[in-house]
Structures are given as C-alpha cells and as structure tokens.
C-alpha cells in the first residue's frame, strides 16, 4: 500500500485515491459498528465525557478532511481498548479493535506518505532560487575568465554570442 501512495503522490495512477476512498469506507465503518456498542455503554455507565467524545455520526468518517477521519477513529478506537473488558454485555470483541486498529492503519499509510512527498517536494523547490543565484555567480566569474585566459578569438566571440554578454 506505501507504493500506492507514492505513486498517487507522485500523480502516475488513478487507482490509488480509489484504494483511499475503499479504506475510508471501510474505517467508516467498523468505527461505526463501535461506536453503536460504545454510545450505549457510555450512557448506561454514566461516562458522559466519552459519550460526548464519541458522538460521531456516519458521515463524520466519510465526509471533509482525511486527518479528521482518521483523527476520531483513533478517538474512538482508544475508548474500545480501554473499556473493551468492561463491555462484554454490549459484545465489544477484541477483533473488532483490531479490524479497526488496520483500516486506521490501511488509511494512514495511504494518505501520509502523500503528504510527507509534497512537503519534500515544496522543500526542494524552496531551494531553487538559491541554487540559481550560485548558479549565475559562477557564470559571472566564467564570463571574466574566459576573455582573459583564452586566446582563441573565435572561441571566445562564440561563448559571448551564447552569454550575451554585453558592454564586457
């Protein structure tokens, strides 16, 4: 799956933000399937702060940003480890954590390394200005040296006809 999202990042296939979509889904979902589980638990327990944490809808997971998908299935993954023992009558099974614990997994893989790729790749376009001054002082000092160290007339009217130089 790290490939897939290297490739996506880099813009050369169309499956990968379908493979991402498919994963969100699916996370949708199995938190979802917690969730109905936890919420009951929660208000029969008296734990209002988690049932206010948890109260997440369907479209929570599937609609806006990624990050915040992702965000509440952990929110909602970390309430079903810590009270998964306490909840065998609302039948909260260790798998169930563990499906969700991949599809967060699957999800994560697919959009991180994505966005690691385009701060690189702002990071190393940042640099090009910079590269392009040293650059241009290196042929400045070449345009000094090549009149004075060549004899070759030809030689030196080809090079300033390249470089344009003028008034040297």
Do not use: W
């Amino acid at each position: 799956m790290a490939g897939l999202a290297l490739d996506q990042a880099s813009g050369t296939t169309e499956g990968a933000t379908n493979l991402l979509q498919e994963n969100i889904e699916t996370m949708g979902a199995i938190s979802m399937a917690i969730v109905q589980k936890l919420r009951p638990f929660a208000l029969a327990a008296g734990k209002t702060e988690m049932a206010a944490a948890i109260d997440f809808s369907k479209s929570d997971f599937g609609h806006g940003k990624q990050v915040d998908a992702l965000n509440k299935a952990k929110i909602v993954l970390g309430n079903a480890r810590q009270y998964q023992p306490e909840m065998a009558d609302y039948e909260l099974k260790v798998e169930e954590c563990d499906a969700l614990e991949a599809a967060i997994n699957g999800v994560a893989m697919l959009s991180g390394n994505r966005d690691a790729i385009i701060g690189a790749r702002k990071t190393a376009t940042d640099g090009i200005p910079e590269l392009i001054k040293k650059l241009r002082s290196s042929l400045e000092i070449l345009d000094d040296l090549v009149p004075a160290l060549i004899t070759n007339a030809k030689f030196v009217q080809t090079y300033k006809n390249n470089r344009r130089i003028i008034d040297r």
